[in-house]
């Protein structure tokens, strides 16, 4: 009967969240009823004062003409909150004339959804590849310089007819990511410089335009991608993979990362991830072990004895709860990886740490097992 048993419970709980979790939003304790937009905010900055779930501002703003379009709120706007039909919405209170002209904004003032600024290099710089197929691209030999190292305004030699006008990115060989499982999820490419072919031929050339490092002989040219533009609007959503991911690495080398830091993901669009998905992020709770004299000993004070009882039998070790460390939300999706973006941390977040659906779901979840 057990197991029956917890199936009617989770289906009763999956059919109570489609009206409390899919669609209640939960306002933060202490919210003020009131915010005056200033220049730097953004869409998520701001449902932070007034959610527990910033990544769900779109549903705050979602049925009101006057936000309905991003680009209408402006730093000095006041927003209101306010009920329809229940649910909380944040409205743009009424601007009074204080003169004939009235208000004039200068094009492009209007808050984003995050601050581009801080995620749109990252989607020129860093790309992740398979490794044999990186290998074989054009090659830069050289340059018209003598120095072994290019930057703008030089001329690179590619061993490659090219078509004179084209744009490439240089790249230079990053890591390898490999999963739990080892397996290969793919190779880190890193733009150095981005240039245009000024001659055609089997030894073409290439002028560099501009350049984030230098470039040397052996790295590698490829297109610029298409998507290469971030677009100013994200519509986020809760991630939606069956299996928890984890943080691959930190895109500066970090061993410690928080708030608008990058990060790679060991999921991608084989797993069904899209940009604007929000994960939360975890680390795993430890495990207690139950000495002989039935006290609880900590991972560091374990002796080997105690650690080998505790990957025999689960009665001899207890796990904790897995710990909030933040969330984040994927701006750019490759086959088997991500980059995201730590849009809001509790305290540090670290390589390997978990990454599961957001909290909502979780919960439904901790019901079944």
Request: hydrophobic share 40%.
């Amino acid at each position: 009967m057990e197991n029956p048993m917890k199936r009617l419970i989770l289906f009763a709980l999956m059919t109570f969240s489609c009206s409390i979790f899919a669609d209640t939003l939960t306002l933060k304790s202490g919210h003020p009823d009131s915010y005056v937009v200033v220049k730097g905010d953004t869409l998520w900055d701001i449902s932070e004062h007034f959610l527990n779930d910033p990544w769900r501002w779109p549903k705050l703003w979602g049925v009101n003409p006057q936000i309905a379009n991003p680009h209408l709120i402006y730093p000095g706007d006041r927003l209101t909150l306010v009920f329809i039909d229940g649910e909380p919405r944040l409205v743009v209170k009424p601007h009074k004339r204080k003169s004939p002209e009235g208000r004039i904004h200068a094009k492009g003032d209007a808050i984003p959804a995050i601050d581009l600024s801080l995620i749109g290099p990252y989607l020129i710089q860093n790309r992740v590849v398979d490794g044999d197929w990186f290998d074989e691209q054009p090659m830069v030999l050289g340059g018209e310089s003598e120095s072994k190292h290019h930057i703008v305004g030089d001329i690179v030699y590619v061993q490659q007819v090219l078509t004179l006008g084209d744009k490439f990115g240089v790249y230079s060989e990053g890591r390898e990511f490999v999963s739990k499982e080892s397996e290969v999820l793919g190779q880190e490419v890193v733009l150095t410089a981005s240039g245009r072919v000024v001659e055609s031929g089997p030894i073409s050339k290439i002028k560099l335009l501009s350049n984030f490092r230098e470039t040397k002989a052996g790295y590698r040219i490829l297109p610029i991608e298409s998507d290469s533009l971030l677009s100013a609007y994200f519509m986020p959503k809760a991630a939606t993979v069956t299996e928890p991911g984890s943080i691959l690495a930190s895109e500066k080398h970090l061993r410690e990362m928080g708030k608008l830091d990058v990060v790679y993901l060991d999921k991608g669009v084989e797993d069904g991830v899209e940009p604007g998905d929000v994960f939360s992020i975890y680390r795993d709770g430890i495990d207690v072990v139950i000495n002989g004299d039935g006290q609880p000993v900590l991972p560091a004070e374990r002796s080997s004895y105690e650690d080998l009882l505790s990957g025999v039998s689960s009665d001899n070790a207890i796990k904790m709860p897995d710990i909030f460390r933040g969330r984040l939300m994927v701006f750019k999706v490759f086959d088997k990886t991500s980059l995201g973006l730590i849009m809001a941390n509790k305290k540090t977040v670290r390589v390997d740490d978990k990454l599961v659906q957001p909290d909502s779901i979780n919960l439904l979840k901790s019901f079944a097992d």
